[in-house]
């Protein structure tokens, strides 16, 4: 492809992820709140750590392996399906560990109800390990409009199954059944939408080939997964499950605030970025475009949320959440960092670096442990914080390789953020001011956004913030045409 159908179908595939990750994430929140009114929170505590365990060997399944054959330039028939007929041997034989051994973990959490939990959660393992495989595909091909109308459709049918259980008074078993029909019903809609099918072909030589690339990253995924969820499994088990639920909660609307900008940039970026890897000039404007759009987009509502917190906890989903407030505070920070770490993570990837990037995951996880050794006997506050600690480490080496592979220098970054960065502060000011005010919650809430938005947008165009001249020019082009 040449530059001009390179930037088209990257702006195609730009929206069409974050039309998906908006719509599905929107149907997401509503049902997270409609349950979280309707269930208690020892109910999420259960599902949280029963995910816990599910997304470690999710990711042995999903994580690796499908980079590799975005990454590679010619990917063909082959590859993909060997990698299909290896993911999908793996999972199974995970599975099958994990039924087996359900009743021990279960006894170790001393509750007998994880048993068939687990069992019918784990189910979500084969059916990931094929969806990875079409999730490659569709990116390789920049098909991201399948995307959108899988993911919707299964974001909204698991939705619709999960509230109707939990109204007629299945519990926790409505947040399992939300979760598993999730990804099985993505999976069935790309088998019929994606015209790639796995064929009767396997290669050890392609599957080595692949494996010497993707198993650097699987590593490095597998560490990161373990070393993120581990604060979870240490609450569960030295605190509780209601404890566990808070933490999760926090983390929950940050985390997807953050998804719905930085994950679908991102997953868009890495097969473009790979496309530029042997031009590094091409490579770092693209790079350096990516980071200010993100940081422009993510900063405000960060920061936004943060400032609204609060208020949107007491008005949808009631008091008894208020204990997960502090956290939210703690992960709005945490995903504002998300810009450094993982744009320039992409751009080492894109550039096959992946045993440079796999090093750096391992002295991020090397001091993130030992914090969280210490900070597990002070609270479960103290855990969360240790969090943003480590991820500060993690951001300031992805940007070191940066200026040494790239030459994307230190001022480069801090001068391609700092705008949108002190523009959500003053905005996140007033919004806070303006929750002390004495007014109806519902109300008051309402107004917190809309001024927001107002004060960000206006100094935005103010000051002609670079990003949002560059997006408001897109917008512009193309309702002209």
């Known amino acids: 492809m040449d530059h001009k159908e390179i930037k088209k179908k990257t702006f195609s595939g730009l929206i069409y992820r974050f039309g998906e990750r908006i719509l599905a ?28 365990l599910i997304t470690i060997l999710n990711v042995l399944v999903t994580n690796g392996l499908g980079t590799a054959l975005i990454q590679k330039k010619e990917s063909d028939e082959l590859d993909f399906s060997t990698i299909f007929w290896a993911s999908g041997l793996l999972s199974l034989l995970l599975y099958a560990l994990l039924f087996f051994f359900a009743p021990l973990i279960a006894n170790v959490y001393e509750n007998a109800l994880l048993t068939p939990i687990l069992r019918v959660m784990g189910i979500r393992i084969p059916f990931a390990a094929i969806n990875s495989v079409q999730q490659a595909y569709v990116s390789k091909k ?42 099985c019903i993505d999976t069935v809609f790309l088998y019929f939408t994606v015209r790639w099918r796995p064929r009767i072909l396997f290669s050890f030589s392609r599957f ?110 009631t008091d008894k959440w208020l204990p997960a407030v502090p956290y939210i505070y703690i992960f709005c920070i945490f995903y504002m960092l998300k810009p450094l770490k993982t744009i320039n993570q992409s751009c080492v990837k894109a550039l096959g670096r992946s045993g440079l990037d796999l090093a750096m995951n391992f002295i991020e996880k090397g001091v993130g442990i030992l914090l969280i050794v210490v900070s597990m006997h002070f609270g479960v506050i103290y855990l969360a914080a240790s969090a943003v600690v480590t991820y500060i480490l993690s951001a300031l080496m992805e940007m070191i390789a940066n200026r040494f592979l790239i030459r994307y220098s230190f001022r480069e970054q801090i001068g ?3 705008a949108p960065l002190l523009l959500s502060c003053l905005m996140a000011i007033v919004v806070y001011l303006l929750g002390k005010t004495e007014l109806n919650m519902y109300l008051l809430l309402v107004l917190q956004v809309l001024a927001g938005g107002l004060i960000y947008w206006l100094f935005s165009a103010l000051f002609r913030l670079k990003s949002y001249r560059y997006l408001f020019g897109i917008v512009r082009d193309k309702l002209k045409k």
Not at 219 to 237: C, F, K
């Open 25 to 52: 994430q929107l149907v997401s929140t509503i049902v997270s709140i409609v349950l979280a009114r309707i269930l208690m929170p020892e109910d999420y505590g259960i599902i949280s750590l029963v995910t816990v």
């Open 142 to 183: 920049f098909m991201f409009k399948k995307f959108f109308w899988a993911t919707l459709t299964g974001t909204l049918v698991s939705g619709v199954i999960g509230i109707v259980m939990a109204l007629r008074g299945f519990g926790v078993w409505a947040l399992v059944f939300q979760y598993l029909t999730n990804v």
């Open 416 to 418: 391609d953020i700092i």
């Open 208 to 317: 080595k080939q692949l494996f010497s690339f993707g198993w650097k990253i699987l590593v490095g995924g597998l560490v990161t997964t373990i070393y993120e969820e581990l604060r979870s499994l240490i609450i569960a088990g030295k605190y509780s499950t209601a404890d566990l639920s808070y933490y999760t909660k926090g983390q929950q609307f940050p985390k997807l605030l953050s998804n719905n900008v930085a994950t679908t940039i991102t997953n868009v970026m890495f097969p473009v970025l790979s496309l530029y890897q042997d031009d590094k000039e091409g490579l770092k404007r693209a790079v350096r475009k990516s980071m200010q759009t993100c940081a422009y987009a993510m900063f405000p509502m960060l920061f936004g949320f943060a400032a609204v917190a609060e208020t949107f906890v007491r008005v949808l989903l």
